[in-house]
T-cell receptor, first 113, second 107 residues
Framework: DAGVTQSPTHLIKTRGQHVTLRCSPI?????VSWYQQVLGQGPQFIFQ???????GRGNFPDRFSARQFPNYSSELNVNALLLGDSALYLC????????????FGPGTRLTVT | GIQVEQSPPDLILQEGANSTLRCNFSDSVNNLQWFHQNPWGQLINLFYIPSGTKQNGRLSATTVATERYSLLYISSSQTTDSGVYFCALITGNQFYFGTGTSLTVIP
C-alpha cells in the first residue's frame, strides 16, 4: 500500500505570493494533519482535519488555511508569503481522531525569496 | 501549551555503543510517539507508546505517563541510526513535537 504522498516536492515562491500544497493520506485513513518544520527545529502543528472538518489548530496566522476533500486528501494554502514561511511542510495521516498514530509523508520544501 | 523537552540535544556515539534518549513533558497526554528523521527530512515511525514498554529489534521504548517522561533505548548503534529523534505528543486536539536529539554514530 502507498504511504502518505505530498506534492510538490520542492517549491520556490516570491514574497507576497500564494501557495497550495497537497497531501494524500494512506488508504483508509480519514484524518490529515499539517506541520511546519523550520530548519533546526521540530515540526510545529498547523491543522488537523477529520471527515472534512477542522478538529485542531495550532498557533499560526490566518494566512494559513486548509481543507479536506471527500476522498480525504487535503490542501494547505498559505497567502501573502513571507520569508519566514520558508520551511519543510509535512503532512501526516491517521485512521481517525481517536486512533492517533500518525504516519508522515516526505514533505514539501518551500523556499520564499 | 504543553512543554516537551528532549535530552540530550546532541549525542555522538561510536558504532556499537548503547544510548538512552529522554523525553519529558509538562502535562498529561493522550498519546506519544517516537520518530526518527533521516537526513532527507522523512519522519519514520519508531514507536506508538502512550504507556508501558515496547521493543523492536535493537530499539525499545518506555513511557511512564504518571511521571511524564518517555525513554528511547538504542542498543548496538549503527551508522544508519544517525539523524534526529523526536518524541511527539497529543493532548486534546493539539499535537506537540519535542526539541529533538541529534544523534551521530561514527564508524
Amino acid at each position: 500500500d502507498a504511504g502518505v504522498t505530498q506534492s510538490p516536492t520542492h517549491l520556490i515562491k516570491t514574497r507576497g505570493q500564494h501557495v497550495t500544497l497537497r497531501c494524500s493520506p494512506i488508504s483508509g485513513h480519514k484524518s490529515v494533519s499539517w506541520y511546519q518544520q523550520v530548519l533546526g527545529q521540530g515540526p510545529q502543528f498547523i491543522f488537523q482535519y477529520y471527515e472534512k472538518e477542522e478538529r485542531g489548530r495550532g498557533n499560526f496566522p490566518d494566512r494559513f488555511s486548509a481543507r479536506q476533500f471527500p476522498n480525504y486528501s487535503s490542501e494547505l494554502n498559505v497567502n501573502a508569503l513571507l520569508l519566514g514561511d520558508s520551511a519543510l511542510y509535512l503532512c501526516a495521516s491517521s485512521l481517525g481522531v481517536t486512533a492517533r498514530e500518525q504516519y508522515f509523508g516526505p514533505g514539501t520544501r518551500l523556499t520564499v525569496t | 501549551g504543553i512543554q516537551v523537552e528532549q535530552s540530550p540535544p546532541d549525542l555522538i556515539l561510536q558504532e556499537g555503543a548503547n544510548s538512552t534518549l529522554r523525553c519529558n513533558f509538562s502535562d498529561s497526554v493522550n498519546n506519544l510517539q517516537w520518530f526518527h528523521q533521516n537526513p532527507w527530512g522523512q519522519l519514520i515511525n519508531l514507536f506508538y507508546i502512550p504507556s508501558g514498554t515496547k521493543q523492536n529489534g535493537r530499539l525499545s521504548a518506555t513511557t511512564v505517563a504518571t511521571e511524564r517522561y518517555s525513554l528511547l533505548y538504542i542498543s548496538s548503534s549503527q551508522t544508519t541510526d544517525s539523524g534526529v529523534y523526536f518524541c511527539a505528543l497529543i493532548t486534546g486536539n493539539q499535537f506537540y513535537f519535542g526539541t529533538g536529539t541529534s544523534l551521530t554514530v561514527i564508524p
